[in-house]
């Protein structure tokens, strides 16, 4: 609707342009009258981070004082004092331009520029909107079967299209017509494009080399008792919809719904062997890149005949790794004392496992 209206503005503009003076002693929306008048003061009112520039003016003859909002600030606003002589040109009832001498500054109501507002919004709402449409088209059909390495696709998408929409509407603003709007816009696509290249380049460059940062976790064992985010995943009992939490440290690794690992525990069996530690892939889970932002690290284990996969944040891998790869302590042992029969001792051991029974 916007662009629709451009035509329009420009037809205003045009019919402004060619519009005859108006005879002396009369008035008419086909013409223009210019007649004189006083400056009166200055006004400049703030407007959130813009200002509003008015002039206050006297038609000569009269004591009515109008203001007038100027297209900014020059030449002629800031120019002139209280008691200075300019010229008023009336067009459709309205005043359209202020003179000053040889200087000559438009009004907010002259037609001249109204279409580069319209023509640049348009434009900023042409180019976001596809980006828009496009990324609903990604997320619906891509998006269940996308990983982090697909992520470039959305980068270029959203940085191109951000910068060509910024600078249609910039362009707009400062171009001296349609045509060379439209012409210094196309020709800013390619390197809006080639931004988007390198800022996708960089973006999977740094995907990948967080990618292969895995191979420098190594197991931490746990030294108290901790729950963290975590999901398994596999043909297993132990694996069960809504247990997205793993505690460590106390006993078992064990999966649970409770994120204080109080209620709920399902413990991982010993049979689960730690096979390897990799990144996300493409047949992995759609929720685990938003359940652990994209920054997700999988344990592959084997239980048996079954693969099971633990997902899990990077930051806590080491933790979770460590809890599946570190066995029991053992028991710690006495030294025999010097001169202690051996038996003595196992007999003791005896007594001691007598009493607990």
């Not at 096979?275 to 690290?297: E, I």
Request: proline share 8%.
């Amino acid at each position: 609707m916007l662009l629709a209206s451009v035509p329009g503005e420009l037809a205003e503009r045009d019919a402004y342009a060619a519009a005859p003076a108006c005879p002396a002693g009369s008035r008419s929306d086909a013409c223009t009258t210019t007649v004189p008048a006083i400056v009166k003061g200055t006004e400049d009112e703030p407007n959130g981070k813009s200002v509003r520039y008015w002039l206050l003016v006297t038609e000569r003859g009269t004591d009515t004082v109008r203001r007038v909002r100027m297209a900014g600030s020059e030449p002629v606003y800031d120019a002139v004092r209280p008691g200075d002589e300019v010229k008023l040109t009336y067009w459709r009832g309205e005043i359209r331009t202020v003179r000053r001498g040889a200087a000559a500054q438009e009004t907010s109501e002259s037609p001249n520029d109204n279409w580069r507002f319209r023509l640049g919004f348009g434009l900023f709402l042409l180019f976001f909107g596809l980006l828009v449409w496009w990324l609903i088209w990604w997320h619906r059909y891509r998006y269940p079967a996308a990983t982090h390495n697909s992520l470039w696709q959305v980068t270029f998408a959203a940085v191109t299209g951000a910068v060509v929409s910024c600078f249609g509407f910039l362009v707009s603003m400062v171009a001296r017509g349609v045509p060379e709007v439209l012409l210094i816009t196309a020709v800013g696509v390619l390197p809006a494009a080639g931004l988007g290249g390198l800022c996708a380049w960089w973006q999977r460059r740094r995907t990948n080399q967080a990618a292969a940062t895995v191979s420098s976790i190594v197991p931490v064992p746990p030294t108290d008792k901790q729950c963290v985010r975590a999901a398994v995943h596999g043909d297993v009992p132990y694996r069960v919809d809504g247990f997205n939490h793993l505690v460590v440290g106390d006993g078992r690794p064990a999966t649970t719904p409770d994120p204080d690992g109080r209620v709920a525990r399902r413990p991982l069996p010993e049979t689960l062997v730690v096979q390897s530690v990799r990144a996300l892939r493409v047949d992995d889970p759609p929720f685990w890149k938003q359940a652990f932002k994209y920054d997700a690290v999988v344990i592959a284990c084997r239980d048996g005949d079954h693969t099971v996969l633990i997902a899990t944040a990077r930051r806590d891998a080491a933790l979770v790794l460590g809890a599946l790869t570190t066995p029991p302590a053992a028991p710690s042992t006495s030294p025999t004392p010097p001169g202690h029969h051996p038996d003595a001792q196992r007999t003791s051991a005896d007594g001691v496992r007598a009493e607990g029974a």
